[in-house]
T-cell receptor, first 112, second 109 residues
Framework: KAGVTQTPRYLIKTRGQQVTLSCSPI?????VSWYQQTPGQGLQFLFE???????NKGNFPGRFSGRQFSNSRSEMNVSTLELGDSALYLC???????????FGEGSWLTVV | EDQVTQSPEALRLQEGESSSLNCSYT??????LFWYRQDPGKGPEFLFT???AGEEKEKERLKATLTKKESFLHITAPKPEDSATYLC??????????FGKGTKLTVNP
């Protein structure tokens, strides 16, 4: 059974640009959540989507947004990139909202 | 606000030297406590979910336990391949998953 797939794995962007990250959940999983991981702050929750609806949101500025499609695939977008947005962005999926979540390998974003 | 504190931040063991990692938490209405293992450059790998105080789960050399205020991850006779960062997370009434900063475990041969 294929795991959570994230693309791209690595990317470098310039301050002020925007970026879109993609996530394909485990087949049959309907809930997708996104996390930002940095050495200083650890893993922080960004948002969660279930059946194309945002069900929960973390404490991040509006520059961070996401969406989920009818096939449960999800994208997250960060606009007006700042140096501090450099991080590992992790996508996770679960069968339902309250089940155990399984992570992808992440997308490494470097902002220069 | 839900909080998770993991200790120690880093732990060095000799192969075969058993020890425990601690995860202290405060949460409103615990729905689940989760343990993950993360290798450098990779996403967290699921280990255990615990739902109520007194619950225990085992997998190979790992055993997770849960009380009303903390969870322990016991590692028995560790091997070098057990070296990783171990993450603890709680899910409460808000249904958001809150993670601790992790314990970096190094097992020397």
């Amino acid at each position: 059974k294929a795991g959570v797939t994230q693309t791209p794995r690595y990317l470098i962007k310039t301050r002020g640009q925007q970026v879109t990250l993609s996530c394909s959940p485990i087949s049959g999983h309907r809930s997708v959540s996104w996390y930002q991981q940095t050495p200083g702050q650890g893993l922080q929750f960004l948002f969660e989507y279930f059946s194309e609806t945002q069900r929960n949101k973390g404490n991040f500025p509006g520059r961070f947004s996401g969406r989920q499609f009818s096939n449960s695939r999800s994208e997250m977008n960060v606009s007006t990139l700042e140096l501090g947005d450099s991080a590992l962005y992790l996508c996770a999926s679960s069968l339902e909202q309250r089940n155990t979540i399984y992570f992808g390998e992440g997308s490494w974003l470097t902002v220069v | 606000e839900d909080q998770v504190t993991q200790s120690p931040e880093a732990l060095r063991l000799q192969e075969g030297e058993s020890s425990s990692l601690n995860c202290s938490y405060t949460v409103s209405g615990l729905r689940g406590l989760f343990w993950y293992r993360q290798d450098p450059g990779k996403g967290p790998e699921f280990l255990f979910t615990l739902y109520s105080a007194g619950e225990e789960k085992e997998k190979e050399r790992l055993k997770a336990t849960l009380t009303k205020k903390e969870s322990f991850l016991h590692i028995t006779a560790p091997k070098p391949e057990d070296s990783a960062t171990y993450l603890c997370a709680v899910q409460g009434g808000s249904e958001k998953l809150v993670f601790g900063k992790g314990t970096k475990l190094t097992v020397n041969p």
